[in-house]
């Protein structure tokens, strides 16, 4: 169940709405199924419609005329609650709404269990699938109710009641949500012919913006050059940047003058201090590897600062700094719909407007933890997706392993919403890696080696993934790997020892295409500068090589494992 609470000026258009059947079609035999003392009168169960309406308006309103001629009636009196019960839930009866009615009026204190000058209110049922509890906020006594944080209470009794009902339990949030548009909003854009309100796409827009800015100075440069988009800095007597609100271009209220959205009306994470935390101190400057001499592509570096969040930022205890890495992760994520194809740009960015919400949580991020995979990220605005696009599928691939590391995370601290969000993120990431995958892979077999090369690789795969070898071999992502692994050869490396590397990442158990993950494996790891013979002297010390088993026998784990894949995704 969820519930919406709202206020008012007008009793009377309240319970006009309430009541109405021409104009709101979905309102089918409107009447009273509680009211605060069980006697209101009830204009749907009445001869005399229209007079049994003005008497019932006239009596939730008699608080609000006697405080009213004392100077102490609030300007908004009305108080509207809506409780809508989830789709597929059975249809309560109306003996089973009065009392939920009762339960949420006293537990957010319009009307206190027992006591005697509770507010007025009615609990209207015009629909199968919930009802609306109109209540005035003038209590017996002529003070104001104290309804303080309402929302937060009505929905705590909401679980309540859900686990009483049998009902279906609703994901709940934790306050760190963006604002949804409101109705006047969403109707607004529909009467201009636009899919997106102004809210979301000012947010969508200012987010893509974080996520290539290197400075809180270069984010409000860009953003004063987005065309269409009005901004206005606040400062600080000192000159000091204070905030900054944004409109869009003819978007105007009553008065002609432009709606503004300040950025925390946005988002929580996008006001003004929140980005200036973000990025201070970040660069876009590649991460090279350690050792090596010349850094790999952009793409290659992202998707390896990516990999790291999954490997010591999820699973190690310090919540914060993963918050911070899953934030960072984030603005990768906002950044791609502006690089990908066109034809990728719809599924990209519904993914990260999904994932937007995964980004969040009461943990408090420690931003200065994340500044490498955010200078990764900002390296990528230089690096457009070109040739076979194997750079952005490659990332893709990774990221949807992130995606569902980050669902667990979540999961585990019961952020009920970010996994919703986080699930809903990976369907359009696995739609997205599934097109942008398709080229590079077949330019991968069209590059098949001879024969004599791939049964070598074939013997390779049987020695160091025996448990794994025969559906390696039957994939048809199989070529690409025996490619992968001779362009890699051809390049300096030792095939067995990158297969080897390769396997120990992660295990292959949950893989729907093994011998895809490890093609994409095999190409991060030869995206390094070749080793030197003293340097593979090293790793084939390091990397010690498994011995055969027999079918149905696993293979003896290495001395160091990866760990696991989180789930099966390709």
């Not at 230089?382 to 952005?392: E, F, I, R």
């Not at 390769?502 to 070749?530: E, G, N």
Request: proline share 6%; aromatic share 4%.
């Amino acid at each position: 169940m969820i519930a919406k609470i709202g206020s008012g000026k007008s009793t009377a258009g309240l319970i006009r709405y309430l009541f109405d059947t021409k104009k709101a079609k979905d309102h089918t035999d409107p009447h009273l199924v509680a009211s605060w003392d069980g006697f209101a009168p009830d204009p749907g169960r009445a001869d005399d419609f229209d007079a049994t309406k003005l008497r019932l308006v006239a009596d939730l309103d008699l608080r609000v005329k006697q405080a009213r001629r004392l100077g102490r009636a609030p300007e908004r009196h009305v108080w509207h609650c809506s409780v809508r019960a989830a789709p597929g839930d059975r249809h309560l009866t109306d003996a089973e709404w009065a009392d939920i009615a009762h339960r949420i009026v006293a537990a957010t204190g319009i009307a206190p269990q027992g006591d005697p000058d509770g507010c007025r209110w009615v609990a209207v049922r015009h629909a199968d699938d919930h009802i609306h509890i109109a209540a005035t906020k003038v209590r017996g006594d002529l003070r104001t109710a104290r309804h303080w944080n309402d929302y937060l209470t009505a929905d705590k009794e909401l679980a309540a009641i859900e686990k009483e009902y049998g009902l279906k339990r609703v994901v709940r949030g934790d306050r760190t949500a963006a604002q949804r548009p409101t109705r006047a909003e969403t109707e607004k854009a529909r009467r201009a012919g636009k899919t997106k309100t102004s809210r979301e796409h000012l947010r969508t827009t200012v987010r893509q913006l974080v996520s290539i800015a290197t400075s809180p100075e270069e984010f409000l440069h860009l953003l004063d050059g987005v065309e269409g988009i009005r901004v206005d800095v606040q400062r600080f007597p000192s000159g000091d940047v204070r905030g900054y609100k944004v409109a869009v271009e003819g978007d105007t209220n009553a008065a002609g003058e432009p709606v503004w959205f300040s950025g925390a009306k946005l988002a929580p994470d996008l006001s003004y201090p929140k980005i200036r935390e973000r990025l201070t101190g970040v660069e876009a400057t590649p991460v090279t590897e350690p050792g090596s001499r010349r850094g790999p592509s952009p793409w290659h570096q992202a998707t390896a600062a990516a990999e790291r969040i999954i490997l010591h930022h999820l699973d190690h205890g310090d919540e914060a700094a993963a918050q911070a890495h899953i934030a960072a992760f984030g603005e990768a994520i906002d950044v791609l719909p502006l690089l990908a194809p066109g034809h990728l740009r719809r599924q990209l960015q519904q993914a990260a407007t999904a994932f937007e919400r995964a980004t969040r949580s009461r943990i408090r991020a420690q931003q200065d933890q994340a500044h490498a995979l955010r200078g990764a990220v900002r390296a990528l605005r230089t690096a457009p997706v070109t040739g076979d696009g194997s750079g952005l599928a490659m990332f893709l691939d990774l990221a949807v392993l992130v995606v569902i590391a980050t669902a667990r995370w979540h999961q585990a601290r019961r952020h009920d919403q970010q996994v919703a969000a986080a699930h809903q993120a990976l369907v359009h990431l696995q739609a997205a890696y599934q097109q942008a995958a398709a080229e590079p892979l077949a330019a991968l077999v069209q590059r098949r080696p001879p024969a004599r090369t791939v049964e070598r690789h074939a013997q390779r795969i049987l020695m160091i993934v025996p448990e794994h070898a025969q559906q390696v071999l039957d994939d048809p992502a199989w070529p690409a790997l025996a490619a992968a692994l001779t362009e890699a050869e051809t390049a300096g490396h030792d095939p067995e020892l990158l297969l080897q590397h390769a396997a120990r990442q992660r295990t292959l158990d949950d893989a729907h295409s093994p011998a895809r993950t490890l093609t994409w494996r095999v190409q991060r790891l030869a995206a390094r500068q070749s080793p030197s013979d003293r340097a593979r002297a090293a790793q084939a010390r390091t990397w010690v090589t498994p011995r055969p088993a027999h079918s149905g026998q696993r293979r003896p784990s290495p001395s160091q494992p990866g760990p696991a894949d989180p789930t099966r995704h390709r």
